[in-house]
């Protein structure tokens, strides 16, 4: 069975950056796609970057794009979602997922692996 965990979320500055990890544990899931989606109160849980098994594809909401960077480092287990030019509407629990796959899909419902969530909060 297959844990994940995420880390670094806080409190920054709009303009600000923020650098999420999420490591897994109990199972390589070297093979898996991994996603991450975030959920703002109120609001449904919601697709921010997907990164295909290997690392070959990579896709982002057109929220986000060109402010992140998901990457993944086999080697450690572990998902980045480098976040830049931070704003207060990123406001949100960031979860990370991993799906079977291997496609990285943008569908919440296609992962079977999620972690608690981090908070990442942007203040203007």
């Known amino acids: 069975q297959g844990q994940l965990v995420e880390s670094g979320g806080g409190l920054v500055q709009a303009g600000g950056s923020l650098r999420l990890s999420c490591a897994a544990s109990g199972r390589t899931l070297s093979d898996y796609s991994r996603g991450w989606f975030r959920q703002a109160p109120g609001k449904e849980r919601e697709f921010v970057a997907a990164?295909?098994?290997?690392?070959?594809?990579?896709y982002y909401a057109d929220s986000v794009k060109g402010r992140f960077t998901i990457s993944r480092d086999d080697a450690r287990n572990t998902v980045y979602l480098q976040m830049n030019s931070l704003r207060p509407e990123d406001t949100a629990v960031y979860y990370c997922?991993?799906?079977?796959?291997?496609?990285?899909?943008?569908?919440?419902?296609?992962?079977?692996?999620w972690g608690q969530g981090t908070q990442v909060t942007v203040s203007s």
């Open positions: 990164i295909s098994w290997r690392g070959g594809s990579t």
């Open positions: 997922g991993a799906e079977s796959s291997g496609l990285a899909s943008m569908w919440a419902r296609d992962y079977a692996y």
